[in-house]
């Protein structure tokens, strides 16, 4: 059990993720009244939510999916090399830390570890139709993921980012812009709206 205010977390993420959107109200509202867990579409918003709940010696990051390739036009990339121990040790005052919200930690590099508060950002390499769609960004389009290892590996990158805070989270989902191709608002609405009904709330 990685949040000691959540014990339910993992099982709320794993019925988000089987797309079991009524289970997933119930035992959000019954189970994780004591986790914060909330949604927007605003990057600044995210960042001010988590600023603003992150106190004294407890530590906040972002974390994305590194097949998160369209959060970039968000100042979320996450091809660049992230300095581990500086990112998870450094100070407050220091640019490198998780604390500053600029860099975010991909799956490979936040498995296994935690933090206090966490921003999740969520790009269309899981995306809904009536489920689940699996994708991955090639030269300068989404393609579907049509191997099944690799959409189960797309669909446990999620299921570590959600499941890395301690005491809370914001997932952050683009609002998409509809002169962009790669990020097409109606696909990213769906997910906020999945979302929304499993029990998280907008800020």
């Not at 030269?139 to 959600?162: C, D, H, P, S």
Request: with cysteine.
């Amino acid at each position: 059990i990685r949040s000691y205010k959540a014990e339910k977390l993992s099982t709320w993420v794993n019925l988000v993720l089987t797309n079991c959107a009524s289970e997933a109200l119930e035992t959000y509202t019954q189970d994780l009244t004591n986790y914060s867990i909330a949604i927007t579409r605003d990057i600044e918003k995210a960042k001010r939510w988590l600023s603003g709940k992150c106190k004294g010696s407890r530590r906040m990051g972002l974390v994305a999916s590194s097949g998160g390739r369209r959060l970039r036009p968000y100042g979320v990339e996450v091809r660049t090399e992230l300095e581990v121990a500086e990112w998870f040790l450094n100070p407050r005052d220091d640019i490198r830390s998780s604390y500053y919200l600029e860099q975010p930690a991909t799956e490979f590099k936040i498995q296994g570890l935690e933090l206090d508060w966490i921003g999740v950002c969520w790009d269309l390499d899981l995306k809904r139709t009536d489920k689940w769609d699996f994708n991955a960004f090639s030269g300068t389009k989404w393609q579907k993921a049509k191997n099944l290892e690799m959409q189960k590996f797309i669909l446990n990158k999620y299921r570590v980012l959600l499941t890395r805070a301690r005491e809370g989270m914001v997932i952050f989902v683009p609002p998409g812009d509809c002169e962009d191709y790669t990020r097409p608002v109606e696909e990213y609405d769906k997910i906020a709206n999945y979302l929304i009904s499993c029990g998280v709330a907008e800020i």
